[in-house]
């Protein structure tokens, strides 16, 4: 069960860690069963994930917020600085990483198709060869004609590009 949506952000869910941790008690309880994936960060979320882990130990003893896996959004656009950004995340927390959204910057830094298709060459394989990434998935499946991030082209159910590249490799 993943959690909350980039609480670290505030143009998204906007919580602090201890918020996050407070409300994580009701995930906790609705889910007694499910593996749980932790919010996912956006940026560089370490900071915020030290605090947060630190309030669920605080405040549910040694199993903290039973977390099995974290939830990472990284729009680093260098693969070996995500790749080592990835790294020291799961060094610290010692937890396997489920990058939920990466590319090759956001919406707002509009990377022109070429270095996508580049930096999805190479990050790729670097994700399918590090053991402790457990799950990845490209940002996104649709965007508008001028951001070329999508999988498929605007409006249509059809592959883009780059979302016949994402297939091959």
Known sequence: ???????????????SPL?????????MDHNPTARLVSPSTSGDGIGWFRDFFGNCTAMYGEGGCRITHMAVHSYI??????????ESLHHEFRLPIWLTEFACGDKAAREP????????????PILDR???IFRY???SARQDADDHRGLLLPGKA??????RLYTTL
Request: hydrophobic residues 40%; charged residues 20%; positive net charge.
């Open 130 to 132: 590090s053991s402790f």
């Open 77 to 86: 656009c260098d693969s070996v600085k995500m790749h080592g950004y990835l």
């Open 1 to 15: 069960l993943l959690g909350f949506n980039e609480p670290n952000n505030k143009h998204n869910c906007n919580l």
């Open 19 to 27: 918020q996050t941790a407070k409300a994580w008690k009701a995930v």
């Open 158 to 163: 059809q592959l883009s590009e780059l979302g």
């Open 113 to 124: 198709l070429e270095k996508q298709m580049r930096f999805m060459k190479e990050m790729v």
């Open 137 to 139: 998935a490209w940002m």
